[in-house]
């Protein structure tokens, strides 16, 4: 399910409209074969040779990320929030307050 909620984050994050449609096609795609009733899932979507995305959570509400990971968080089917993120933040369930992590990080 798409809320809201996800497509604005998508486009605050992504500031190409034909990627921003790309990854909500791949996010949509993903979530429908690996969310699950009951369970919390977070989704490795696309990845970028350098570092991307739109906003972080400044005090400001300025800044730049410097993920290279799309990710999303799935909870009990329905896509809640998608983030970029770095390869060197931890990423374990714990972290990402999720039950499974879906997809591969290749660390450096």
Same mark, same amino acid.
């Given at each position: 399910? =798409? @809320?809201?909620? =996800? ?7 992504? @500031? ?45 509400? @300025? ?8 990710? =999303? =968080? ?17 990423? @374990? ?16």
């Amino acid at each position: 399910m =798409i @809320t809201a909620h =996800i497509l604005e984050r998508i486009s605050q994050r992504v @500031t190409d409209n034909h990627v921003a449609n790309m990854i909500l096609a791949t996010a949509v795609d993903k979530a429908a074969r690996y969310g699950m009733r009951g369970t919390d899932v977070a989704i490795i979507v696309g990845r970028t040779a350098t570092p991307n995305g739109t906003l972080t959570y400044c005090a400001d509400g @300025t800044g730049e990320s410097n993920g290279t990971l799309f990710v =999303i =968080i799935v909870r009990d089917t329905r896509i809640v929030t998608a983030m970029w993120r770095r390869e060197a933040q931890p990423w @374990t369930t714990a972290a990402l307050r999720v039950d499974k992590i879906i997809g591969r990080v290749s660390r450096v």
